[in-house]
T-cell receptor, first 110, second 115 residues
Framework: GIQVEQSPPDLILQEGANSTLRCNFS?????LQWFHQNPWGQLINLFY???GTKQNGRLSATTVATERYSLLYISSSQTTDSGVYFC????????????FGKGTHLIIQP | DAGVIQSPRHEVTEMGQEVTLRCKPI?????LFWYRQTMMRGLELLIY????????DSGMPEDRFSAKMPNASFSTLKIQPSEPRDSAVYFC?????????????FGPGTRLTVT
């Protein structure tokens, strides 16, 4: 089956620091999304990014589909950035459900 | 526009009881997905529908689980009988096809506890 691997599994940073989260996947990509699961358990859409680069405020993401990885950058971290970040993808071709990675648990300390 | 709506938000039930989880997708979306999140298995796809028709139910854990989509605005996930190992957060998501994007939008989830 499809493999989605995220690293690092845990990350503790001070407020103001920058971070890079990585997602490797084993198949061609039709859909790739990054989510933030907040402390209340809600999955917040961050990026839909099957290829290329996007930026939204302090967050940006890059997917290199040919090399089967995606990166999420968080700059000038704030305590509200804490939570779990998930990468999820589907290969298309009739397989439309997302396969999720295990997530990166990010803690931003004041 | 309202997002994906799920009810109830929390459900506590006793082993052996029937549980029904409900989902209303974003209006106009033609794909609907059910996922489950547990500590052991993470987030996993259970089943998805396209135009109210089940397409892939290979993630449904066993016959105790069933899902229906009687119309474009409503889907249910039923567990009968429920067991403690079914305790999890169940998410519903929807997507619109044909617009050059495959982005899925998730509801707030239903936290199920089976005692």
């Amino acid at each position: 089956g499809i493999q989605v691997e995220q690293s690092p599994p845990d990350l503790i940073l001070q407020e103001g620091a920058n971070s890079t989260l990585r997602c490797n996947f084993s198949d061609s990509v039709n859909n790739l999304q990054w989510f933030h699961q907040n402390p209340w358990g809600q999955l917040i859409n961050l990026f839909y990014i099957p290829s290329g680069t996007k930026q939204n405020g302090r967050l940006s993401a890059t997917t290199v589909a040919t090399e089967r990885y995606s990166l999420l950058y968080i700059s000038s971290s704030q305590t509200t950035d804490s939570g779990v970040y998930f990468c999820a993808m589907d290969p298309g071709g009739g397989a439309d459900g997302l396969t999720f990675g295990k997530g990166t648990h990010l803690i931003i300390q004041p | 526009d309202a997002g994906v709506i799920q009810s109830p938000r929390h459900e506590v039930t006793e082993m052996g009881q029937e549980v029904t989880l409900r989902c209303k997708p974003i209006s106009g979306h033609d794909y609907l997905f059910w996922y489950r999140q547990t500590m052991m298995r993470g987030l996993e796809l259970l089943i998805y529908f396209n135009n109210n028709v089940p397409i892939d139910d290979s993630g449904m854990p066993e016959d105790r689980f069933s899902a229906k989509m009687p119309n474009a605005s409503f889907s249910t996930l039923k567990i009968q009988p429920s067991e403690p190992r079914d305790s999890a957060v169940y998410f519903c998501a929807s997507r619109l096809s044909g617009r050059g994007t495959y982005e899925q939008y998730f509801g707030p989830g239903t936290r199920l506890t089976v005692t």
